[in-house]
């Protein structure tokens, strides 16, 4: 018990000098200490880790009924008067920003984890953002990206490896789900090493920052076999998950007006929903209109709409995935795609765009997709947008964002009834992708 207890104490004393030396910029200190000790300690009270601790020492010292960092913060008093006394209240204020900047570098580079929450529920891009710096917030915004890139890449290789021996395969034949495969867990615990953890499940509040997460609620299968509630102004799966509520409308409009700017086209739409964006593209009075829609309960409510009842609509009851290779197969061509699923991570939509437009766009037509990637905080939200914008060019589109104001919505108003507010944001980067020409 005695051990245990000096094991305890000389933990403690480890990830206080870490914070603090992370906070004072002290990159000698800090490599030494990341030789024995980690990047991803946490500081028990206020759940900073070193790269909390590192762009928190870039504001002005709190008050002192603020709560401190376990006696860290009256160092860092200590630091910014000696700064002082050097004359750095103007002129050095630019050189404690870049110091940030290395020292937030080198713990990313000892495999800081770029999405950890504080106590605040903050990661470290929040609190950049938060605090106006802008150079650190893109530093933990390409951290980001690096990591869901290098995921997405792992996640192929792993899949690859599933299909050479065969024992991955599901009944039908196509590689098998691969979630919970030995390969998985491996590649997490790779990405750990390298403080590239999508995933965190650490933290004082247990709080989770995934990207995939925030995007994909729930499994699909257990989505479509599942009873959702429908009203005037929202969708609701049965764990009062929003699928799509009436504050989308403008967006809507928006996406409509750009994809289908006249009449006569040759519009593809997947996921009816509330039919907000068919109705406005049915509105433009196209020459074909595709929509695919998997819920039962949804196609119901359209077989009995009379406006979906017209020689020019076409509507195919299935999972995309089923659908989509006999519209190939059959020749058909559009001028317009819009894509916006339920319970589908961001795969579905990079497989989507990666495999099947190509084979579904005409030469010179547009194509967008409801872009709620990681919604639910700014990061997240900036992260996906470049991974986007990468995967796109890869697969061989252009892609133009078009920003559109999001009004304000109060938690007891838009919200009332929805288990998590999917939206958090006040623009929407609205795409509009094209081939490359």
């Known amino acids: 018990m005695e051990t245990d207890a000096v094991r305890n104490h000389d933990r403690e004393l480890q990830t206080k000098c870490i914070l603090l030396a992370a906070s004072n910029h002290d990159l000698e200190s800090l490599r030494h200490l990341l030789r024995t000790g980690s990047a991803n300690v946490q500081d028990s009270e206020t759940g900073f880790t070193p790269l909390h601790a590192a762009i928190a020492a870039c504001q002005p010292p709190p008050s002192s009924s603020e709560s401190n960092l376990n006696g860290i913060e009256a160092d860092r008093d200590t630091l910014k008067e000696d700064r002082e006394s050097k004359g ?61 890139m290098l995921l997405n890449r792992l996640d192929g290789y792993q899949m690859l490896r599933g299909s050479e021996d065969g024992e991955d395969q599901d009944d039908e034949g196509s590689v098998g789900a691969v979630e919970h495969s030995e390969d998985s867990d491996y590649n997490r615990s790779k990405l750990l090493d390298l403080g590239l953890d999508l995933c965190p499940d650490r933290g004082p509040n247990e709080s989770t920052t995934s990207l995939s997460d925030s995007y994909a609620p729930i499994d699909n299968t257990t989505y479509l076999s599942s009873t959702i509630s429908i009203h005037p102004t929202c969708l609701l799966d049965a764990s009062r998950n929003g699928i799509m509520m009436s504050w989308e409308t403008p967006i809507m409009k928006r996406s409509a007006a750009i994809l289908a700017p006249s009449s006569g086209l040759r519009i593809l739409n997947v996921g009816h929903g509330m039919g907000i964006i068919d109705t406005f593209f049915q509105n433009t009075s196209p020459a074909a209109h595709h929509i695919i829609e998997a819920h039962p309960s949804i196609l119901a409510q359209i077989r009995s709409n ?49 495999d099947f437009v190509i084979g579904l766009l005409d030469e ?41 104001d999001v009004p304000e919505m109060k938690d007891g108003e838009t919200w009332d009834g929805v288990k998590k507010k999917y939206w958090t944001l006040r623009e929407y980067r609205l795409p509009t992708c094209r081939f490359l020409a």
Not at 88 to 105: F, S
Not at 106 to 126: F, H, M, R, S, Y
Not at 316 to 345: C, K, M, P, S
Not at 370 to 389: I, M, P, S, T, W
Request: with cysteine; proline share 2%.
């Open 88 to 148: 750095c209240d103007g002129g050095e204020k630019e050189g404690i920003l870049t110091a940030a900047a290395t020292t937030v570098k080198l713990l990313l580079q000892n495999g800081a984890i770029w999405n950890d929450v504080d106590a605040n529920d903050e990661t470290p891009g929040c609190m950049a953002r938060r605090l106006g710096l802008n150079e650190l917030y893109e530093i933990m915004v390409d951290a980001g990206v690096r990591a869901e």
């Open 306 to 354: 009379p406006a979906w009842s017209v020689p020019t609509v076409t509507i195919h009851a299935g999972r995309w995935q089923d659908i989509v290779h006999n519209i190939i197969a059959q020749g058909q061509l559009f001028d317009v795609i819009y894509f916006d699923t339920f319970a589908e991570d961001y795969s579905a939509l990079r497989d989507f765009f990666s």
């Open 364 to 404: 010179g037509g547009r194509w967008g997709f409801f872009n709620g990637l990681g919604a639910d905080r700014q990061v997240c939200y900036d992260v996906y947008g470049k991974v986007v914008e990468m995967d796109l060019f890869e697969a061989g589109f252009d892609v133009e964002w078009t920003i559109v």
